[in-house]
């Protein structure tokens, strides 16, 4: 296996009280050393669910779940899929490591900094404490915490918000893994910060080769760090490409609406924006259709009735480009390059 | 030039607080607002940014008069509302309203949407002609909402549609001005541009004055004819929108300019970003002279010690002793 990542097929379900909702259906994607991929969608669209998955944080006993999900350890791999629990335990935090959205709930309020960085490294290297303490200092000044060893020995409330999404990193980069999902890493920050951070995650890919899976909602972290792009709604993937195909020639209804619902900076702030009607569909039994019909301004173009009656396949542009959609291709084009060309001017 | 609707001089909220020294109590003050004046002329929509804890949110609900300013003036329509008391606030209130950031808290979940919307109507006494469940009906069609909802529960609305009954409920007694106190941050970004699109809309129709307040620069841009940035409770940069967002003056500015990330790929990698270092000072202890000396990259010794006043640098006011 040459890439860190390949989920193929991925499903998730949770029975609720309502009926069965598909937060994740039919995901494929993969991510290879070096590489940063994006998942991006607005709430509700599957990509949290995708990336709790990688780790194995869905709970067995009520989530349904299929297809692979495998994850290279040097020479062997595991499907986090199918592997038992203590199986998946040896590789979460060693092989594949997490950064939660929010920092202010993902520290224990009770411990000291450096004890709880410690833990993620003696979970791996029982009884091997002093290197633990050794490695939790030498992680935060690689995070560019000034005076690490006192900082270590201080609680969560005594930092600052950003200062505690370094910790999250230094806690995630404890044992080197060689794979680091970040869900939406700088959704609670504020734009100082997050380009203090997005500029660290950066550096610190740069220095150890590791490939990232970053969930977010802003196109705008999208394009400054991402590679390639997964778009999901409604639990599928819509588009999937290099991050230039998503940005300047997307061939998804919905990655077009999106790209043109963003207000940009710099532009004439006369004009209105350009919104996508509607809302998202409910997740509890979807129609056997594309999710995205109901809001879609370009179903006419479709062979008709199909958009409303079958689920359209994720089908290749390019061999590294694919988009799900009923219109054909040859249409899609040039209308949806123009659009994006009008959108950007 | 017009006389403004509202005229806010010299503005300041402290918040009392305290901590324990030994076995005293330091007592201790929060400087949320310290020192903001800028007038909203009629039909303007005047953006108010900045980082969290930089004072915005503060200063919005103290123009209102929701929260007692600790100094200053806050002058509406020529008038001085500033020491006014809450009895005789009432009646203004219906000129001046506010839209809440969080669509999920700022309704009560046990009041029907119509009960919600007709909420201002019972407050301030007013019967509009043809009743009031007929004007409800047609707010609730102006905003997108489909009037036969009337009797359904904040809960059965999404996130989108929930903002749209806020809204609503503060354009209901057709007032002069709105603060919009970050009326989008909380919805996605297909939905959001929807509820942008009803804000502009309505003031257009109506002429309402807006103080709009987010953290979303690329959404100031859009909706603001003059943007203030605000950093530790203090006006940075005070300019027409086009003006602010080409050529900024302050270097808060320009770093808060550069920091956010365009959906532009190919823009973003030959991009030159300034990141500044740190984080945000406490408010309760702000640094002396210029507030953001402790992340400036320009400082120098003046700035340390003697605090920048706003003056008129171009086309823009901006509080620096070294703008661009």
């Not at chain 1, 599957?46 to 999900?69: A, D, F, R, Y």
Request: aromatic letters at 6%.
């Amino acid at each position: 296996m040459k890439n860190l990542l390949e989920i193929n097929d991925l499903k998730v379900t949770f029975p609720t009280n309502d009926g069965f909702v598909n937060a994740v259906d039919g995901v494929s994607l993969t991510v290879a050393p070096g590489e940063t991929v994006a998942i991006v969608g607005e709430s509700g669209s599957g990509k949290t669910v995708t990336s709790l998955s990688v780790i194995g944080l869905h709970n067995p006993k009520v989530t349904q779940i299929s297809g692979s999900i495998m994850v290279k350890d040097k020479d062997e791999s595991l499907d986090i899929v199918s592997a038992p629990l203590d199986k998946i335990r040896g590789y979460r935090g060693r092989v594949v490591s997490m950064i939660f959205q929010d920092p202010m709930s993902s520290l224990h309020p009770y411990y000291k900094i450096g004890s709880q960085l410690a833990e993620a490294y003696l979970v791996h290297h029982p009884g091997k404490k002093e290197a633990a303490n050794k490695k939790a200092i030498e992680m935060l000044e690689l995070v560019g915490i000034s005076e690490p060893q006192m900082r270590a020995r201080e609680y969560p409330h005594q930092f600052s918000g950003g200062m505690r999404q370094r910790v999250m990193i230094a806690m995630a980069l404890m044992n080197d893994p060689a794979l680091l999902i970040a869900d939406e890493p700088t959704t609670a920050l504020d734009v100082t910060v997050q380009a203090q951070i997005l500029q660290l995650l950066k550096d610190l890919q740069k220095k150890s080769n590791m490939g990232i899976l970053l969930i977010t909602h802003d196109l705008g972290v999208v394009a400054q760090v991402a590679d390639r792009v997964s778009v999901m709604y409604a639990g599928r993937m819509v588009e999937q490409g290099d991050v230039d195909d998503i940005f300047y020639s997307p061939h998804a209804p919905y990655t077009l609406g999106l790209l043109k619902s963003v207000p940009k900076m710099g532009a004439k702030n006369s004009e209105r924006l350009k919104a996508i009607p509607g809302q998202p569909p409910s997740l509890i039994n979807l129609p056997k259709a594309c999710a995205f019909a109901p809001r879609c301004e370009y179903t006419s173009l479709a062979p008709a009735g199909s958009c409303e009656s079958v689920r359209p396949d994720l089908i290749g542009v390019t061999e590294s480009h694919k988009s799900r959609c009923h219109v054909p291709e040859e249409k899609r084009d040039k209308l949806f390059a123009a659009e994006i060309k009008g959108a950007r001017a | 030039m017009s006389t403004p609707l509202l005229s806010v001089r010299n503005l300041q909220k402290y918040f009392p607080t305290s901590r324990n020294v030994g076995f005293k109590k330091q007592k201790l003050q929060v400087k949320a607002v310290d020192g903001i004046s800028f007038d909203l002329m009629k039909g303007e929509t005047f953006g108010l940014v900045g980082e969290s804890g930089c004072g915005k949110t503060t200063a919005g609900r103290t123009i209102l008069k929701l929260i007692e300013p600790t100094a200053g003036e806050i002058i509406f329509e020529g008038q001085d509302i500033t020491k006014l008391r809450p009895g005789l606030m009432t009646p203004l209130r219906s000129q001046m309203q506010i839209i809440f950031q969080d669509p999920f808290s700022a309704l009560n979940p046990r009041q029907t949407v119509g009960k919600i919307i007709s909420a201002p109507f019972e407050i301030q006494k007013v019967t509009p002609a043809g009743g009031v469940r007929n004007e409800v009906s047609a707010l609730m069609e102006r905003v997108g909402l489909n009037p036969e909802h009337y009797n359904r529960y904040p809960h059965e609305f999404s996130g989108g549609q929930r903002q749209r009954i806020g809204i609503a409920r503060a354009i209901a007694l057709k007032p002069k001005l709105i603060v919009a106190d970050e009326p989008v941050s909380a919805l996605d970004v297909s939905i959001q541009a929807q509820v942008i699109n009803l804000i502009d809309d309505l003031q257009k129709a109506d002429g309402i004055s807006i103080v709009f307040i987010a953290h979303n620069l690329s959404v100031v841009q859009h909706i603001s004819d003059r943007v203030a940035v605000m950093y530790l409770g203090k006006i940075m940069e005070l300019a027409k929108t086009e003006d602010l967002f080409t050529a900024p003056h302050h270097p808060y500015t320009t770093a808060l300019l550069s920091a956010v990330p365009q959906p532009d790929p190919r823009g973003e990698r030959n991009r030159e970003r300034i990141i500044l270092k740190g984080d945000l000072p406490s408010p309760i202890n702000p640094p002396a002279g210029c507030v953001f000396n402790t992340r400036c990259w320009k400082v120098q010794e003046v700035c340390r010690s003697k605090t920048p006043e706003l003056l008129t640098v171009g086309k823009s006011q901006v509080a620096c002793h070294f703008p661009e």
